[in-house]
């Protein structure tokens, strides 16, 4: 039976496979001098993807690392939490 980090390693290296696919195909659009639209619709789609990956890590470290530092180290789980917080919305 895989263990929960397990499920997790493989959803986030899926993901990652798909993120650098996605970099490879706009790089060849950018040598290819395709439309400016397809491109940023192509980055787009890549940001999407990071924000995908990021979010299958983030649920991770919420249902393993931030309950075990609620119960025995709070303010370090509370200080991290808002660190975050402020990096993704500054």
Wanted: proline share 0%; aromatic share 4%.
């Amino acid at each position: 039976m895989k263990s929960h980090y397990g499920d997790v390693k493989e959803k986030a290296q899926k993901r990652i496979n798909i993120i650098k696919g996605q970099l490879d195909g706009l790089q060849k659009m950018i040598e290819a001098d395709e439309y400016c639209i397809d491109l940023l619709n192509q980055s787009l789609a890549i940001q999407n993807s990071l924000r995908s990956l990021d979010s299958v890590l983030f649920e991770r470290h919420l249902t393993t690392h931030v309950t075990h530092q609620l119960k025995n180290e709070e303010e370090k789980a509370v200080g991290e939490l808002v660190a975050l917080f402020k990096r993704v919305n500054s």
